[in-house]
């Protein structure tokens, strides 16, 4: 069962009826916000785009990003590949990609024509009217590709869980606002011409104060800087307590595995990027990774839900719904990487994809012959 069938999504149901829908879409590791974002609109894995975390470290340039540090979140360095609003922009394609992530940075000198640094407390009848406002300029400017974001799922699904009444309610939330868009479309007699492309960046797995590794029991954090904690633990120790930390960590609980940047599992497709850390550690799905200092102050973040897990884990999927011109009526497709979104978002706007790891073939049943 997935959210679409808990009877409170009829929008996302009506628009699955006359469109696509996906058993599942199966994010890239790890399975956080920012990497699987922007790996939907590159086509690229995280460890080739770059944004191989929320948080990361990068060593060329000796900085920290996260979602908070505006400064860099807004600077294009961090960003690699090509998103497709830079591709339609040379096309002379105007965009208008609302608080997608990396829709903020100028990339390879390009900016979106349309774009608003990212305002958690936007109305989502704000941000709706804003996609509608653009789509009411002359046909020559008028926007080839907007993008919405809604958060409030993953924030009720952080703090509650992810089958709790707050996030059934944000889901519900979620839904109407993608209804008032597609009222918004039909109004200006758009909504046939129009591809309509509903997504999640990943699922939402419940935790429990129960299942929690504390590191500082294993390891002295003075020797191993923590940059990303949990559930995907990213550390940066100094090159001479490397084998220490590993050593110590290795098998220090049977709820997280501990690896070497190059001792990756081949299947997360992860390892080979400078932002990746030299010890990367991942938690058991529904487990948390914390220090007892900080589990103390904290207490409710270990009780609600979270992500970032092994990608293949089935609670990690989010959901794909497609329906418009580009999309076959009425089908229903299995399960399939959200790398493969890219291929079809660039077949939606007629625009040559760049190279990527996306493949066309493995979702071309999706599209009208």
Known sequence: ETDLDRGITPNLNGLAERGVRAEGLVPPFPTKTFPSHYTMVTGLVPDRHGIVSN???????????????????????????EPVWVTAERAGRPTAPLFWPGSEAEIDGVRPSHWLPFDVRMPYRARVQWVLERLDLPEAERPA???????????????????????????????????????????????????VVVVSDHGMISTSPDRVIFLDDYVDLRSARAVDWTPVLALWPREEDLAQVYEDLRDAHPNMSVYLRDSIPARFDFGRHRRVPPILGLADPGWS???????????????????????????????????????????RVPAFRNVDVYSLLMAALGLPAAPSDGDLSRVRGMLVE
């Open 145 to 195: 590709f907007l993008t919405l974001y809604f958060a409030g799922t993953d924030h009720a699904g952080h703090e509650t869980g992810p089958d709790s009444e707050e996030t059934l309610t944000a889901i519900s939330r979620a839904d109407a606002a993608i209804g008032r868009l597609l009222e918004g479309l039909e109004t200006r007699g758009l909504l046939d011409g129009t591809n």
């Open 289 to 331: 990774i914390t220090s007892h200092e900080f589990f103390e102050r904290w207490k409710e973040l270990a009780s609600g839900g979270s992500h970032g897990y092994d990608h293949e884990v089935r609670d990690m999927q989010g959901i794909f719904v497609a329906a418009g011109p580009t999309f076959r009526k009425g089908a």
């Open 55 to 81: 948080t990361m470290y990068d060593p060329v340039f000796d900085a920290r990003f996260s979602m908070s540090k505006r400064d860099e979140v807004q600077n294009g360095r961090w960003y690699g590949g």
